[in-house]
């Protein structure tokens, strides 16, 4: 099974090395462009935003979209303390770094969305606007696994962090609970076949799956930091929350980071869409993106 053959043929693929991990990603649109960086969340890959490549890419804008360390064709570092936070947010600097980009939209689902918030924290001057998807405000998620009512919908992160054991149970089935992830409560068709079969193509890959848990078993070690006050640093960047009501890991109050986490905040909840709302209503997606970025001033001249 291949990629779409339209969407393969309007992407160029690279890599760049940072820190000595080896990170792909996928380049699409203008050179010119306003530049988005997209983060993808667990269990995808830069797969994950098929359906937005194309109309931002066609709108003029030119979108980067790695696969995270650990995932997909990037490189899988053996050390837990490769995946925090921090080491994460490194790598998406590398990556604008490398392709000469001074500043972008950051836009970021579950983990990549926490890697969004977090970069936008420390590094300011490298994120224009901020875009994210079902994905909390670290700080905010930190806190919240204190809820018993959040802890009971975060209970497979607990599991994950079991050595060798939830690989196997991952994988069991032909991956079975991994499709189960990425359709439960969604939009039925929102994941076609193929795009199922090029996923199980990328976690049938030696060490794949360890590569994907890693941020989870990196986190235990940093909630103290991500709960402190210098973790509440609010960001600069103007931010936009696309929230899918419908999501069953996260409650939907953890949509808004609060007034101490970002000083210009825009929440837009999509009631008939889960976790992977981008998925499952790609068209209500992409136009909030679009409208954001122009209401910014992104707007493509090719001068």
Same mark, same amino acid.
């Given at each position: 099974?291949?990629?779409?053959?339209?969407?393969?043929?309007?992407?160029?693929?690279?890599?760049?090395?940072?820190?000595?991990?080896?990170?792909?990603?996928?380049?699409?649109g203008?050179?010119?462009?306003?530049?988005?960086?997209?983060?993808?969340?667990?269990?995808?890959?830069?797969?994950?935003?098929?359906?937005?490549?194309?109309?931002?890419?066609?709108?003029?804008?030119?979108?980067?979209?790695?696969?995270?360390?650990?995932?997909?064709?990037?490189?899988?570092?053996?050390?837990t303390?490769?995946?925090?936070?921090?080491?994460?947010?490194?790598?998406?600097?590398?990556?604008?770094r490398?392709?000469?980009?001074?500043?972008?939209t #950051?836009v970021?689902?579950d983990?990549?969305?926490?890697?969004?918030?977090?970069?936008?924290?420390?590094?300011r001057?490298?994120v224009r606007?901020?875009?994210?998807?079902?994905?909390?405000?670290?700080?905010?998620?930190?806190?919240?696994?204190? /809820?018993?009512?959040?802890l009971?919908?975060?209970?497979?992160?607990?599991?994950?962090?079991?050595?060798?054991?939830?690989?196997?149970?991952?994988?069991?089935?032909?991956?079975?609970?991994?499709?189960?992830a990425?359709?439960?409560g969604?939009?039925?068709?929102?994941?076609? /076949?193929? /795009? #199922?079969?090029?996923y199980?193509r990328?976690?049938?890959?030696?060490?794949a799956?360890?590569?994907?848990?890693?941020?989870?078993?990196?986190?235990?070690?940093?909630?103290?930091? #991500?709960?402190?006050?210098?973790?509440?640093?609010?960001?600069?960047?103007?931010?936009?929350?696309?929230?899918?009501?419908?999501?069953?890991?996260?409650?939907?109050?953890?949509?808004?980071?609060?007034?101490a986490?970002?000083?210009?905040?825009? #929440?837009?909840?999509?009631?008939?869409?889960?976790?992977?709302?981008h998925?499952d209503?790609?068209?209500?997606?992409n136009?909030?993106?679009?409208?954001?970025?122009?209401?910014?001033?992104?707007?493509?001249?090719?001068?």
């Amino acid at each position: 099974m291949t990629i779409d053959p339209v969407l393969s043929g309007q992407l160029t693929h690279r890599a760049v090395t940072v820190d000595g991990v080896r990170l792909h990603y996928v380049e699409a649109g203008p050179a010119a462009g306003h530049v988005v960086v997209m983060l993808h969340g667990f269990p995808e890959s830069w797969y994950s935003w098929r359906k937005q490549i194309p109309p931002l890419a066609a709108a003029g804008y030119r979108v980067l979209a790695p696969d995270m360390r650990g995932v997909g064709d990037s490189d899988r570092p053996r050390a837990t303390s490769a995946y925090t936070l921090d080491r994460l947010a490194d790598d998406v600097a590398g990556v604008m770094r490398a392709a000469g980009v001074a500043h972008a939209t #950051i836009v970021g689902h579950d983990w990549g969305a926490a890697v969004s918030w977090r970069l936008a924290q420390r590094d300011r001057a490298l994120v224009r606007r901020l875009v994210a998807l079902n994905g909390p405000h670290p700080g905010r998620f930190a806190h919240a696994l204190r /809820d018993p009512r959040q802890l009971a919908r975060s209970a497979y992160m607990l599991a994950f962090l079991a050595p060798g054991l939830p690989e196997r149970l991952l994988a069991a089935g032909d991956f079975a609970l991994l499709r189960r992830a990425l359709t439960y409560g969604g939009v039925p068709g929102a994941f076609s /076949d193929a /795009d #199922i079969e090029q996923y199980r193509r990328g976690w049938r890959r030696p060490g794949a799956l360890t590569g994907a848990l890693a941020p989870y078993r990196a986190l235990p070690s940093q909630l103290r930091a #991500i709960r402190s006050a210098r973790a509440a640093v609010p960001i600069a960047a103007p931010a936009l929350v696309i929230w899918g009501e419908r999501d069953s890991y996260l409650r939907p109050s953890l949509a808004d980071p609060g007034p101490a986490a970002a000083g210009s905040v825009q #929440i837009e909840r999509v009631v008939d869409a889960a976790h992977f709302v981008h998925a499952d209503a790609p068209a209500r997606v992409n136009a909030l993106l679009l409208a954001f970025m122009r209401a910014g001033g992104d707007v493509y001249d090719p001068g």
